[in-house]
């Protein structure tokens, strides 16, 4: 936003309580207070455009813009209960439309760019790329009253402020990572997950699917790391597991939203399940009992058997076959079950498998103590000496400090759920730091990006999920949009009140922290 722009900007800020807008009793308040993530650069015009069952969207620049238009006019159809016309057009004459159109050109916006105008009687949002229009999009979606979020048709005038948001993100990778593997979580759940995300203009998936205490994703040349090796979770639950069919499922829906998945198979440590469901995977040839607690660090693959790199070999051939994303994550994380002269030796045999099967590797922060191979990705979670020592080696660092970016982690020690072994982090805790500043000897350029996981150990239903990740996850999603410059814990804490009201309109059972001033709709 340029300076000129800011006392408007700030106008709308503040419209609920004061009178320094031009809004009748009337009108709407505009809700550009309540974007998250932050936009770019936003100018304010006083006005409104109001959808009505006139508006009607026109695309130009393919199928994509289509898919996206016609996924805006689902989403919003419920609460409005317009059924919003979506043609292939490039005629934006009549008044009501809404226009959405692919440039092609990535100029200024890049790949995940867009520039959103809205005028009185008409919305252009133009893109370079179809991600850039999803985003367009989602913008879109949080400028309209939080009730557009209902399930059930609302009677309400469906008003957005006018204004011109220019807008893209600071990092090229934003995600989550999601633990199925402690408990089970239905596919659908899943995609609930996915959706939040997207909501957020997150753009990647991480699925922690196997554990100690589960595995979690068929692989069909060693059947019994579903059937046997699924049958539990933590607590002693009946797990589960995804079909290939499944997981290929959730990649497609995860990739219609702009979202790439990387799964993660940790290894050597974190595999009682695998060493559960086959023998021949322990260095005694005796199978490990299932288990359902929640200790770690006590398991580990046999690292000097054949059996196990033809187990790796097939388990990463099969998962690549499934997974368009370039990067699997190995885990490789807290293996103090596996000596460390045996470890480094695994690590590196790992990385050669992963590139034989034309698929790059992402690992816990400890893979930076073998020899990192091009291209790959430590996840600097505990250990800033190994995140630096990857960066020494030319890697990049995917940012997931514990103590700053768990989403199990408590609130403070009252929160019913969670633990609390790097930190306790509050809403302003969570939102407040930078990734390209926290630690010495990693800078914006050696940043891969930036990853919230949520560890499922107390976590149990999608309801535990919500309350864990809500209110921090809309903090991540900024730290990783907006420009660190631009982020401020006083401002970013008003368009968080606000947005409470449309987590509620979502039906999200969210974290009520005592440091945000809640507002109601
Ligand atoms: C550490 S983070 C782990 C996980 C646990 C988590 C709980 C990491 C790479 N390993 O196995 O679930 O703590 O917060």
Not at 453 to 464: G, K
Not at 485 to 506: I, V
Request: hydrophobic share 40%; aromatic share 10%.
């Amino acid at each position: 936003m340029s300076a000129r722009n800011l006392p408007i900007f700030l106008c709308l800020f503040i419209v609920a309580i004061s009178s320094c807008n031009q809004q009748t009793a009337e009108t709407p308040a505009p809700t550009l207070n309540a974007v998250i993530p932050l936009p770019l650069d936003v100018v304010a015009s006083s006005d409104v455009f109001t959808f009505d069952t006139n508006a009607a969207i026109v695309t130009s620049g393919g199928a994509e813009a289509t898919r996206i238009a016609t996924m805006f006019a689902d989403m919003i159809q419920p609460a409005t209960g317009f059924k919003l016309i979506v043609s292939e057009s490039a005629d934006t004459s009549k008044a009501g439309t809404i226009s959405l159109a692919l440039t092609g050109n990535e100029g200024t916006l890049g790949a995940e760019g867009y520039e959103l105008n809205i005028t009185k009687d008409k919305i252009f949002l133009i893109a370079a790329k179809p991600a850039g229009l999803f985003y367009g999009i989602q913008t879109i979606r949080q400028l309209l009253p939080h009730s557009i979020e209902s399930s059930k048709k609302q009677n309400n005038s469906w008003t957005i402020a006018t204004g011109k948001i220019v807008d893209k993100p600071e990092y090229g990778v934003r995600g989550s990572m999601l633990d199925v593997a402690r408990h089970f979580f239905s596919l659908e759940d899943v995609k609930r997950y996915i959706d939040f995300l997207a909501f957020y203009k997150m753009n990647t998936f991480h699925w922690h699917l196997s554990d100690d205490q589960g595995w979690r994703i068929e692989i069909k040349s060693w059947p019994k790391l579903t059937s046997t090796g699924g049958s539990t979770q933590v607590g002693g639950g009946k797990g589960g597991f995804y079909t290939q069919e499944q997981y290929k499922e959730l990649i497609k829906y995860a990739s219609d939203r702009f979202i790439t998945v990387i799964p993660e198979i940790d290894m050597p440590g974190h595999t009682n399940a695998a060493l559960a469901s086959y023998p021949e995977l322990n260095c005694n040839d005796s199978a490990t009992k299932l288990y359902s607690g929640t200790e770690v660090g006590f398991s580990s693959l046999c690292t000097n058997k054949d059996i196990t790199y033809k187990f790796i070999d097939d388990v990463i051939r099969e998962l690549a076959e499934l997974t368009p994303g370039a990067y699997l994550h190995i885990g490789g994380d807290e293996s103090h079950a596996t000596k460390k002269e045996d470890y480094i030796p695994f690590v590196n045999k790992v990385q050669a498998i992963v590139k034989k099967h034309n698929k790059l590797v992402i690992g816990w922060d400890e893979i930076a103590l073998s020899t990192l191979t091009p291209n790959s990705v430590a996840q600097y979670w505990a250990d800033s000496a190994n995140s630096v020592n990857a960066v020494k080696q030319g890697a990049k660092i995917m940012m997931s400090p514990a103590a700053k970016a768990y989403l199990d982690m408590q609130y403070d020690s009252t929160s019913k759920l969670g633990l609390h072994w790097a930190a306790y982090i509050e809403v302003d805790q969570a939102y407040n730091w930078n990734p390209e500043t926290l630690v010495k000897g990693i800078s914006k350029e050696n940043i891969y990006g930036i990853e919230a996981p949520l560890w499922s150990e107390t976590v149990t239903n999608m309801n535990d999920i919500e309350w864990l990740v809500f209110p921090r996850l809309p903090g991540y999603a900024e730290i990783g949009w907006t420009p660190s410059g631009k982020r401020n814990w006083d401002e970013y804490k008003t368009r968080l009140a606000n947005h409470g009201a449309r987590l509620t309109a979502m039906d999200i059972d969210f974290y009520k922290s005592k440091r945000v001033e809640w507002k109601g709709e």
